[in-house]
């Protein structure tokens, strides 16, 4: 009896040792393994979403880019899984504080190791490496060069300054093959403010959304988080609020409250904005609450074209400072017949990033086809050039930017807009959001793109230097409405 009781015993001792080594370790959590501290509870909701597509933003310091390399690193105990964190430019990337060295300071000591030609931290996984890789969007042409790529994280730091076409492309990129069990995640951070303000508001945020909530709030699909400056326990709030207290008051409130509106802090407010329609021929001005106060035939319009080219001294600088390329702009105009009074009708806008030789073709295309009595071209260097080379068989001719800064050229343009004198298309013309959103986000500041606002504010002047020169064909008719 005793021996079965001892062969009993090690039959007992040996199922448990095999079992033991079945037993695969638990996992650690990467982010608690790699992260300095422990996720703040706002980070730890961006963390715990599902949802394919989410956005964490609002004011500064609320730890939005740190929870874009925290969710990065949640699956790179996976073989095979692969992460890409996308800025602008690769500077914003290598600054102090920035993501690239952020990363050194979090994996330096952990094993992950470090390619600097490719800008990749690879991990060691038992199986195929997990990669994270840091990349930029300087141009529209960038992201091809993640065509033949696949990724199931994708993050953009500071969302607003990347184009809509961009944030869109790469989703493209964001799939896995069926042999890596995580799921495919776009993941992206910002405050308001930007070139693309517009259309990530648009994308992400509601109206009637309260900023302060401490959950998730959606539009569509799409989760928003949104960060405030207590949000993040390792900033003095208070010192850094007196830091902000001398940004200029648009600046300050996105940047201290997340604040999204942009009505209340741009220079031009949405509710400005003035709409037209067409009727064949017949043009039909709408008032602020789309009822048409006037109507009358295009040929008693005069047109013009107000164009902008990229390359001047200080879109030059501002490049080299590591800002986005501009744009070549050209904007078409209507004035309206002299009884109607002042307006400005925006018909058409032609926005492209080319050489000399591609502006000029650009400026003879529109000539054939809207046959403007006039186009007016900004005189800096490529203008006075183009000038010269189209001068002598189209009505071209340069304006002088007078020495003003940008705010002061579109003083006029602000005017115009606020008396309710510009009108855009009603329907969705294909080039209409860009130029709101670009209209909308416009602060004043250097460093934003504001080559559409240049054009126009050269239309708004030719309006008012030389509108009792339109020569009026047939009267107008009043719509009774």
């Known amino acids: 009896m005793q021996e079965w009781r001892r062969i009993l015993q090690l039959a007992l001792i040996w199922i448990k040792r095999r079992s033991h080594k079945k037993k695969a370790p638990e996992p650690v959590d990467p982010v608690v393994k790699y992260c ?76 992950a190791k470090w390619n600097g030609t490719d800008r990749r931290w690879t991990f060691e996984t038992g199986g195929e490496p997990a990669m994270i890789s840091f990349g930029y969007l300087q141009d529209s042409n960038d992201k091809y060069r993640y065509g033949s790529s696949e990724f199931q994280f994708i993050g953009f730091d500071e969302l607003t300054e990347f184009p809509e076409d961009d944030y ?93 509106s942009i009505s209340e802090t741009g220079l031009i407010r949405s509710d400005w904005l003035r709409r037209y329609t067409t009727r064949g021929a017949v043009v039909q001005l709408l008032d602020g609450h789309g009822a048409i106060f006037a109507e009358f035939h295009e040929r008693d319009c005069r047109r013009f074209i107000t164009i902008d080219p990229a390359g001047t001294s200080e879109d030059i600088a501002r490049e080299r400072r590591g800002r986005p390329p501009c744009w070549s702009v050209a904007t078409v105009w209507d004035i309206a017949p002299r009884e109607v009074g002042p307006m400005l009708i925006l018909r058409h806008v032609w926005r492209r990033r080319v050489g000399f030789d591609g502006l000029c073709k650009g400026i003879s295309d529109l000539h054939h086809q809207w046959r403007p009595g006039r186009m007016l071209i900004e005189g800096e260097k490529l203008g006075r050039a183009a000038c010269d080379v189209l001068g002598d068989r189209l009505p071209l001719e340069c304006v002088a930017t007078g020495g003003q800064d940008k705010v002061t050229r579109a003083a006029p343009l602000i005017v115009k807009l606020e008396r309710g004198e510009v009108f855009l298309p009603r329907y969705n013309a294909d080039w209409l959001a860009d130029l709101e959103a670009e209209w909308l986000a416009w602060t004043g500041t250097k460093e934003e793109t504001c080559d559409q606002i240049d054009a126009a504010a050269y239309a708004a002047r030719e309006v008012q230097d030389d509108y009792l020169s339109a020569v009026e064909i047939e009267p107008f008719f009043w719509r009774n409405s």
């Open 36 to 111: 300095p501290h422990t996720p703040w509870p706002r980070q730890r909701t961006f963390l715990d979403l599902d949802c394919r597509e989410a956005f964490y933003g609002g004011a500064a310091a609320g730890g939005k880019s740190e929870a874009l390399l925290m969710a990065a690193l949640q699956y790179v105990h996976v073989p095979g899984y692969s992460a890409l964190i996308l800025r602008r430019d690769t500077q914003r990337l290598r600054l102090a504080g920035g993501l690239i060295p952020r990363s050194h300071e979090w994996l330096h000591a952990t094993g």
């Open 168 to 260: 869109l492309f790469l989703f493209s990129r964001l799939r896995r093959r069926r042999d890596i069990p995580v799921p495919l995640r776009m993941r992206s951070a910002s405050n308001p403010g930007g070139a693309g303000h517009h259309w990530v508001k648009n994308r992400f945020i509601n109206d009637n959304d309260d900023a302060s909530n401490s959950g998730v709030l959606w539009k569509d699909d799409a989760a928003y988080v949104p960060a405030r400056i207590d949000d993040n326990p390792a900033v003095d709030a208070d010192e850094y609020r007196q830091s902000l207290m001398n940004l200029p008051s648009v600046v300050r409130e996105r940047l201290m409250n997340g604040d999204w």
